[in-house]
């Protein structure tokens, strides 16, 4: 099977694994009491912190651990409106983030907050001017912004968005899941989140940093653990796992990165040659290094996944428009885009070319025959 879903979940690695079964059988107590096991817990813990919050930009009393990175969007979006209520309850975010994001908007807006969702262009991008002028309404307690879109790989123009916050005295929370260990975190958040199973580490592990001078108030019940930010007991093993797998991709990323890039150029550029109506979707050069977005007209999504999967390929789709829902994915619809037939390819570390050759020759067959099943090739 190749492996073509990392936008998903990227497989675990090696450093991970060997990080994790090593703490397993030394940092497995509780690392907030006081005798021998734990204190060594406890270490591990902090070492972690200390590994991820200077790889995130961010000092380590700044970073806590979530269950995952949906958690970590989730307390940040809450906790800083809730922090800043005496601020105003205006909540600024883009058109194409993720439905965590989303959600926790909706959840603000249905307790009476106000929600402005600033619109993108057709590759994906967000509308500088307007989310400009959407942080300076009076009254903006926070904005959201994410550094690359997991659907279609565009970059944001995070540190365009952050001086202008910074202009409105506006906190930013920045979703940094689908470039944290690939690409250099942009400056000028307040908030940022993370989900370590996005670079190679263990699921279940997510990274919530506040800056210091950001007012915050979980909007949790208050538990004495992770700087009273995040409740519940540290899973210490996988967050030692977690911090050595974003060692490794940093370390890895500026090689691996032009490679992947290079093959992520080559679909991009086949596909749309070879099979006729076809739209590759999302910036061709302001981009996540490993993911390539393309629509097929005339062609179910689902049933293309289901067809690649027979033929050893593993790849996601964007849009859920089925016979049963009728419904794209809220980025490419907010993009305005093709949304039949969508396949998302997002390349993990150490893909072979030789897969992806195989992928674009099979391609072409398995959409002429759903186009023939269905009657329009």
Request: proline share 6%; net charge negative.
């Amino acid at each position: 099977m190749a492996y073509f879903d990392a936008a998903s979940t990227e497989p675990l690695h090696p450093q991970a694994r060997e990080a994790l079964l090593a703490a397993i059988d030394v940092g497995w107590a509780d690392p907030a009491r006081l005798y021998g096991q734990a204190r060594r817990a406890h270490l591990l813990l902090e070492q972690a912190r200390t590994e991820v919050a200077e790889a995130l930009g961010a000092r380590p009393d700044e970073v806590s651990f979530t269950s995952s990175g949906t958690q970590a969007v989730h307390l940040g979006v809450g906790g800083t409106l809730h922090g800043r209520r005496r601020v105003g309850r205006h909540l600024v975010t883009s058109a194409v983030e993720h439905s965590s994001v989303l959600h926790a908007a909706g959840v603000h807006e249905r307790d009476g907050g106000s929600v402005e969702t600033v619109g993108v262009g057709l590759t994906g991008r967000v509308d500088l001017a307007a989310f400009a002028a959407a942080v300076a309404v009076e009254g903006t307690a926070l904005a959201c912004l994410q550094t690359a879109n997991h659907e279609v790989g565009t970059l944001q123009p995070v540190a365009s968005v952050a001086q202008a916050c910074q202009e409105h005295g506006v906190p930013l929370l920045v979703d940094a899941a689908q470039t944290a260990g690939r690409l250099p975190i942009p400056t000028g958040w307040s908030v940022l989140t993370a989900s370590a199973h996005k670079w190679g580490g263990p699921a279940g592990v997510g990274v919530l940093a506040v800056r210091k001078g950001t007012r915050f108030r979980s909007p949790l019940p208050e538990d004495e653990r992770e700087r009273r930010r995040v409740p519940g007991f540290e899973n210490v093993p996988s967050i030692v796992a977690a911090a050595a797998a974003l060692r490794a991709m940093r370390a890895e990323a500026a090689q691996e990165n032009a490679r992947l890039s290079a093959l992520v150029d080559r679909i991009r550029e086949t596909v749309p040659s070879v099979i006729p109506d076809v739209e590759v979707i999302g910036e061709p050069v302001d981009r996540a290094p490993h993911i390539v977005t393309f629509s097929c007209l005339y062609v179910d999504g689902e049933v293309m996944l289901t067809e690649l999967d027979k033929l050893g390929f593993a790849v996601s789709s964007g849009s859920s428009c089925t016979a049963s829902t009728l419904r794209p994915s809220h980025v490419l619809e907010a993009m305005g885009v093709l949304t039949h037939g969508n396949v998302r390819v997002s390349l993990p570390r150490g893909t072979p070319a030789a897969e992806v050759d195989r992928f674009l020759a099979v391609l072409p067959d398995v959409v002429h025959r759903i186009r023939q099943d269905a009657g329009v090739a």
